[in-house]
């Protein structure tokens, strides 16, 4: 493990931008807090990358453009670690957007929404 995060932050050192670095460490993260962190940082730069698809004046079908995956599984993982912190509220708003960016669901945002809040792991 400890050399996958060595080469995974060797990689952002060259891009700073890449989503999928952000997850891959989240998924390693010593804490839930360390966790939600990294995922805002992947969810913030998806964000600015897919803002003209987000603000309505580009489209893209969302699951079948194989780049929109790391982001969208961000905001899953970031939604997850929001439920585990008892945010529920902000959780939802994850899982939401991500069935309005793709109704059928291919990442199971309706099963988290259906899953009881509270604090644990969900």
């Known amino acids: 493990m400890l050399g996958q995060q060595r080469a995974i932050t060797q990689r952002q050192g060259y891009d700073r931008e890449?989503?999928?670095a952000y997850t891959v460490l989240a998924e390693h993260a010593?804490?839930?807090?360390?966790?939600?962190?990294?995922?805002?940082?992947?969810?913030?730069?998806?964000?600015r990358l897919w803002a003209p698809?987000?603000?309505?004046?580009?489209?893209?079908d969302w699951w079948r453009d194989l780049g929109?995956?790391?982001?969208?599984?961000?905001?899953?993982?970031?939604?997850q670690a929001l439920a585990e912190m008892d945010?529920?509220?902000h959780a939802e708003q994850?899982?939401?957007?991500?069935?309005?960016?793709?109704?059928?669901?291919s990442l199971g945002a309706a099963a988290e929404l259906s899953k009881p809040s509270?604090?644990?792991?969900r």
């Open 30 to 47: 010593q804490s839930v807090g360390e966790r939600v962190a990294l995922l805002r940082e992947a969810v913030r730069i998806g964000n």
């Open 53 to 60: 698809v987000l603000e309505g004046s580009e489209t893209v």
């Open 94 to 105: 994850c899982f939401k957007a991500l069935l309005v960016m793709q109704p059928s669901d």
């Open 118 to 121: 509270g604090p644990g792991p």
């Open 87 to 89: 945010m529920p509220e």
């Open 68 to 79: 929109t995956r790391p982001f969208m599984r961000a905001i899953l993982a970031y939604g």
């Open 18 to 20: 890449n989503i999928e």
